[in-house]
């Protein structure tokens, strides 16, 4: 059994680990791509989308690999995993996102933290962030509970079309905008403009449960 302290510390070094490979392929993909935003949006889904299927393989079996607060809220809403942990995971995962985002400045010679100035709202957007998270939610659950291995390849490929199916781009997760709001670069979102995707994701994840408690069965704790 892993103790809630080592939980705690997988879903900090995951979430860590995920924004270096969103903000750092990002970073690269911009600089490659002379100026062509397909082909460093390209770059930066399929870094993410492998990303996500590696380190959800890595760290599931020690913390479920949430790295994502709806996916941990949504979690405890279903039983799948105890209450008492979910304020620990998202604290955890809260902090490494901002750990992350510092670890891909430094590593290509940027100030640690700046603010984003990428503008990212309006209805369309925030319609996207919904849908996007009620997806993600959906494919999480149902996946882990009919064919749990198929999950990480599952996660990312989601994911990796997430990028190119909403005008969002797919954050889909809390942690990672707050992060995002403090890189001014290509995957950046203006603090401005982080609550309004926060609040979108939240409802996804209102509306993710309820529709898996719909059309799953009864849920326990892992």
């Given at each position: 059994m892993n103790t809630a302290a080592a939980r705690a510390t997988a879903e900090f070094t995951g979430t860590a680990?995920?924004?270096?490979?969103?903000?750092?392929?990002g970073i690269m993909g911009e600089r490659l791509s002379a100026g062509n935003a397909a082909v460093a949006l390209l770059a930066n889904s399929l870094a993410t989308g492998?990303?996500?299927?590696?380190?959800?393989?890595?760290?599931?079996?020690?913390?479920?690999?949430?790295f994502n607060p709806i996916v941990t809220l949504s979690g405890a809403w279903l039983r799948r995993m105890p209450g008492k942990l979910v304020l620990p995971y998202i604290a955890a995962q809260c902090l490494g996102a901002i750990a992350g985002v510092i670890a891909a400045h430094f590593m290509f010679e940027l100030p640690l933290y700046s603010a984003s100035r990428h503008a990212r709202t309006g209805v369309a957007q925030w319609f996207s962030e919904a849908a996007a998270s009620f997806g993600l939610l959906t494919v999480i659950f149902c996946c882990s509970k009919h064919k749990p291995a198929a999950v990480p390849a599952a996660v990312g490929a989601y994911i990796t079309a997430g990028y190119w199916f909403t005008s969002s781009t797919s954050f889909a997760n809390p942690a990672?905008?707050?992060?995002?709001?403090?890189?001014?670069?290509?995957?950046?979102?203006?603090?401005?403009?982080?609550?309004?995707?926060?609040?979108?994701?939240?409802?996804?994840?209102?509306?993710?449960v309820v529709f898996l408690r719909k059309i799953t069965g009864d849920y326990s704790v892992s």
């Open positions: 680990l995920l924004l270096a490979v969103i903000v750092g392929s492998a990303g996500l299927y590696a380190l959800i393989s890595a760290f599931a079996g020690i913390s479920g690999a949430h990672v905008t707050i992060a995002r709001s403090l890189t001014d670069t290509f995957t950046g979102i203006r603090p401005l403009d982080a609550p309004g995707f926060i609040i979108a994701q939240l409802a996804g994840c209102v509306l993710a």
